[in-house]
């Protein structure tokens, strides 16, 4: 079964510095791959996702992250964090094909901004 | 451009009452997904419907939860007989299509269920 690891349930930077949060997922074919972000009391927006091509996706809100195959990772990473940012970070995966729908969640990373 | 609604967005129940939520999805979206988000947790996935079927309901607890999706009309997702291990958050989402790369999950605002 697929699983979605997220390193570190918070994690704090301060304002202008780089962003780095982990994800790693175990799955025997690479999946469809997402981040999402949740801001309090509210739904999950999607920030990028990765589903076939270049490896570097890049997302809205100047985030970005890398398809590493190899580490079975897909780190997100901002060279400069904006106070906005502060927030829960979710990675999720999915099968390719005909499940698709049905995506795995990572434990979530909250963003601390710190002016 | 409306995305998901979901309503309403708090509800408290007291131990043995029903929760109703309901969902709207998007405009032109004809497939519809829930969530449910336990405190500290990610989401895990319950049921996915399209209008008048159930497609996969394979992380729906066994009792007391039911999700419909009729011809007109919002999406609902009813606990009868809440329990305080209901307390959760649970989010709907909606597709354009089955699936695929072309067809994201759009996520509403979530409905926060209390049980008291």
């Known amino acids: 079964a697929q699983s979605v690891t997220q390193l570190g349930s918070h994690v704090s930077v301060s304002e202008g510095a780089l962003v780095l949060l982990r994800c790693n997922y175990s799955?025997?074919?690479?999946?469809?791959l997402f981040w999402y972000v949740q801001y309090p009391n509210q739904g999950l927006q999607l920030l990028l996702k990765?589903?076939?091509?270049?490896?570097l996706v890049k997302g809205i809100n100047g985030f970005e992250a890398e398809f590493k195959k190899s580490e079975t990772s897909f780190h997100l990473t901002k060279p400069s964090a904006h106070m906005s940012d502060a927030a829960e970070y979710f990675c999720?995966?999915?099968?390719?094909?005909?499940?698709?729908?049905?995506?795995?969640f990572g434990s979530g990373t909250r963003l601390l901004v710190r002016p | 451009n409306a995305g998901v609604m979901q309503n309403p967005r708090h509800l408290v129940r007291r131990r043995g009452q029903e929760a109703r939520l309901r969902c709207s999805p998007m405009?032109?979206?004809?497939?519809v997904y829930w969530y449910r988000q336990l405190p500290e947790e990610g989401l895990k996935f319950m049921v996915y419907l399209q209008k008048e079927n159930i497609i996969d309901e394979s992380g729906m607890p066994k009792e007391r939860f039911s999700a419909e999706f009729p011809k007109e009309g919002p999406s609902i997702l009813r606990i009868q007989q809440v329990v305080r291990g209901d307390s959760a958050a649970y989010f709907c989402?909606?597709?354009?299509?089955?699936?695929?790369?072309?067809?994201?999950?759009?996520f509403g605002n979530g409905t926060r269920l209390t049980v008291t």
């Open positions: 990765y589903t076939t091509g270049a490896t």
């Open positions: 999720a995966v999915s099968d390719r094909g005909d499940s698709s729908y049905k995506l795995i």
């Open positions: 989402a909606s597709s354009p299509f089955f699936g695929g790369e072309n067809s994201p999950l759009h």
């Open positions: 799955s025997s074919v690479p999946p469809y």
């Open positions: 405009k032109g979206h004809s497939h």
